[in-house]
């Protein structure tokens, strides 16, 4: 139940209660008119921005198909990051999937494998690719693994049986959970330089002046 839908006479606050209509303070009645006032604007604004975003996806992924039959070449499905430039250079649209990627129970074989490698370089003269490793297995603020520096480590040149082992482990531990696609748009201004067209109102700056 809502202001909306309260029994004639009443308004409900924020905890579910019904109060009388004459309690309701003025300022109270202002601060609710403003608020819906806001969002009712907003709302169109988002769907706007909804089908937006969906009509854009459906035309780069058309124009990709477009672009391919021009070679006779066929398409597996809408994945891959897409960069599209207007004739003249001055506007870009990108399409870019990142994927949500975990590791299963092989990252810690791997890291074994990485730990034994490790107590025996550290003896030597390769204490800094120690550092290096251990730093790769650290967490984040969230307490997950940074997919990316682990994945990182598969670039290092090193010839170890223990090493390239712990390698494929990483690479056969990896899962794809799932993947997001982003629509990104940008303006060259004066200097070059591709600057972000923000559909983000957090983002946004009216006449280049912010609050």
Not at 18 to 31: A, F, G, N, S, T
Not at 32 to 45: F, K, Q
Not at 117 to 122: A, D, G, I, K
Request: hydrophobic share 40%.
């Amino acid at each position: 139940m809502s202001k909306d839908t309260a029994p004639q006479g009443y308004w409900q606050d924020a905890q579910g209660r019904l109060i009388p209509e004459d309690q309701v303070r003025p300022i109270d009645r202002l601060r609710d008119e403003l608020v819906r006032s806001l969002v009712g604007r907003a709302l169109p604004i988002r769907e706007l921005l909804t089908e937006f975003r969906s009509q854009a996806f459906a035309d780069i992924q058309a124009f990709v198909e477009l672009s391919a039959e021009q070679y006779n070449a066929r398409l597996g499905g809408a994945k891959g990051n897409v960069t599209l430039l207007s004739y003249d250079g001055k506007y870009k649209v990108q399409r870019a999937i990142a994927e949500t990627i975990i590791f299963d129970e092989r990252l810690q074989a791997a890291k074994a494998l990485i730990d034994e490698c490790l107590r025996e370089w550290t003896e030597g003269a390769r204490s800094e690719i120690a550092v290096l490793v251990q730093d790769a297995f650290r967490v984040d603020g969230s307490g997950n693994i940074r997919t990316g520096s682990v994945l990182g480590l598969r670039r290092l040149s090193i010839e170890d049986e223990r090493w390239l082992s712990a390698m494929q482990a990483i690479g056969e531990a990896v899962q794809v959970m799932g993947s997001k696609t982003y629509l990104r748009l940008y303006e060259r201004d004066d200097k070059g330089q591709y600057r972000p067209i923000s559909l983000d109102i957090a983002s946004v700056d009216a006449a280049g002046v912010r609050p």
